[in-house]
């Protein structure tokens, strides 16, 4: 993949997760600039529940991409992914919570208060310099994203939030407030846990450095995003909450919930017994479950939970073989470790002799047989 000739598999493979450092150090030297800018960023950071996680390069790796790249300085500073020997060499005095902004002369805050574009508005609009009367001019604003920008300025008071007009509802989107986002002072982090400005609360629940019971307030936040946010940025948030945020998720991305910690950290061991057969599908994150719960749990009359038992180790191979019989499960039966020699054998020989034949009218090959192409897999 290092080398493959099409360039987005090599973007992908510069954001990986799994990827050793070793292993990225290769794409250091690539052709491609945003491929260099990709390793400089790191992997993306929805699934970094720790605070050091491995590095994605080495050192030497760091050191080579700056000498091709000497912007790569600016994107790595405050990476978690950068080893500590290369950090504390860089940044002695650390990196910088919050980004630092040019200072805001008068003359300059009043052109881009003036501004035709929106956009430059609201960067005026969540500028810390921005003098209080053009403040209070941004709060009166035109374009919504303006006052929105104004309305999440951490001087102002809840009354003066919300004397603005905006509005942030449940499926809108929003850019956090970076200083929300950002803060370690403790009560700054309550005012934005308190506050009526759902903004706000979104912006509070990117904080890595959120105190413990303001975790456990915002885990039962009204505002479904406040909860998502908090589950993918908290390793604290306990897996009850981790499991309702899953399933209330319609997001593209809601599967990378199940790496949370917690669903391997807490027991699971009730959710046997859950009325819910979504729910009781979640006990086979829970090692310590014993395998005569796991291989009654398959043959739940539910088929998401015979699915999700599909891959398990626990399952007897017998059990594993009638799984892989049924269209439902078959997919994570063929992925069990226990699943028989002689059924990964014909699986891959049936395989090789209908690679070259033509598949019957909406019919395609799946583990070796024709099968209808709407055929569920169970993964």
């Known amino acids: 993949m290092v080398t493959h000739p099409r360039v987005e598999v090599r973007r992908v ?18 052709l491609d600039d945003f491929v260099r800018r ?93 003098p209080a009367d053009l403040v209070e001019r941004l709060a009166a604003d035109p ?11 951490p001087e ?17 989107r929003i850019w956090p407030a ?29 904080n890595k450095h959120l105190a413990a019971d303001l975790v456990a307030v915002l885990a039962g936040d009204a505002d479904f995003a406040v909860r998502l946010l908090l589950c993918e940025t ?25 790496q949370h910690p917690a669903i391997r950290r807490d027991s699971l061991a009730h959710l046997a017994e859950d009325p819910d057969p979504c729910r009781r599908a979640f006990t086979v994150y829970d090692r310590a479950v014993p395998a005569d719960v796991i291989e009654r749990l398959s043959h739940d009359p539910e088929p998401v939970v015979r699915g999700w038992c599909a891959d398990d180790a626990r399952l007897s191979p017998g059990r594993v073989l009638d799984l892989f019989d049924d269209p439902v499960s078959t997919g994570g039966a063929a992925a069990n470790p226990r699943l028989a020699v002689t059924a990964m054998r014909k699986i891959i020989d049936d395989a090789a002799s209908l690679h070259d034949e033509q598949p ?10 024709w099968s209808p192409d709407n055929l569920p897999t169970g993964d």
């Open 360 to 369: 019957p009218k909406d019919m395609t090959v799946y583990l070796g047989n």
């Open 178 to 206: 970076e200083w929300a986002r950002r803060t370690r002072d403790p009560q700054m982090q309550r005012r934005c846990a308190a506050s009526a400005h759902i903004g706000l609360r979104r912006s509070i629940a990117l």
């Open 143 to 153: 374009d919504h994203g303006v006052r929105l920008a104004v309305s999440m300025r």
């Open 234 to 258: 908290h390793a604290a948030v306990a897996a009850e909450t981790v499991i309702a945020t899953f399933l209330e998720a319609r997001t593209m991305t809601k599967e990378r919930l199940l």
């Open 38 to 130: 990709l390793l400089a960023e790191g992997p993306a950071p929805f699934r970094l529940w720790i605070e050091e996680p491995e590095p994605a390069l080495t050192v030497r790796g760091y050191e080579r991409l700056i000498e091709r790249m000497p912007r790569a300085v600016d994107l790595i500073e405050g990476s978690p992914y950068v080893p500590r020997e290369l950090r504390e060499r860089l940044w002695p005095a650390g990196p910088s919570l919050v980004p630092e902004k040019e200072p805001l002369t008068r003359a300059a805050a009043e052109m881009m208060v003036a501004a035709d574009r929106p956009y430059t508005r609201a960067q005026a609009a969540a500028h810390p310099d921005l």
């Open 13 to 30: 493979l510069a954001q990986a997760h799994h990827v050793r450092p070793e292993q990225r150090d290769r794409l250091v030297d690539d």
């Open 156 to 172: 102002l008071t809840e009354e003066q939030r919300a004397a603005i007009d905006y509005r942030v509802g449940p499926e809108d």
